[in-house]
Nanobody
Framework: QVQLAESGGGLVQAGGSLRLSCAASGDISRYASVAAGWYRQPPGKQRELVARITIARTTDYADSVKGRFTISRDHLWKRVYLQMNDVRPEDTAVYYC??????????WGQGTQVTVSS
């Protein structure tokens, strides 16, 4: 089993920055991870992909965050980060971390709230 715990959320003014962190524990070092991602769910909306990073460290971003957000990870997949710059009110959401393993499925954290005030 793998446990994921997000941190770093909170209230921030528009134009400001936040750094979200996802800590993985449990069997993460034993499993072959292939990708990690940050997703978000705005109030009343469906969960959406924000950013994704693969085993080769290639990255993908939602169009709405390109140039503002950066995803990164450590080499053991124990930490996944999301640097959020120039945040906007529309970035307000619960942010979730996920780690996809090759043979043991995808794991999710409980989420961290990000609120951007205008």
């Amino acid at each position: 089993q793998v446990q994921l715990a997000e941190s770093g959320g909170g209230l921030v003014q528009a134009g400001g920055s936040l750094r979200l962190s996802c800590a993985a524990s449990g069997d993460i070092s034993r499993y072959a991870s292939v990708a990690a991602g940050w997703y978000r769910q705005p109030p009343g909306k469906q969960r959406e992909l924000v950013a994704r990073i693969t085993i080769a460290r290639t990255t993908d971003y939602a169009d709405s965050v390109k140039g503002r957000f950066t995803i990164s990870r450590d080499h053991l997949w124990k930490r996944v980060y999301l640097q959020m710059n120039d945040v906007r009110p529309e970035d307000t959401a619960v942010y979730y971390c996920s780690v996809q393993t090759r043979d043991h499925g995808t794991y999710w954290g409980q989420g961290t709230q990000v609120t951007v005030s205008s």
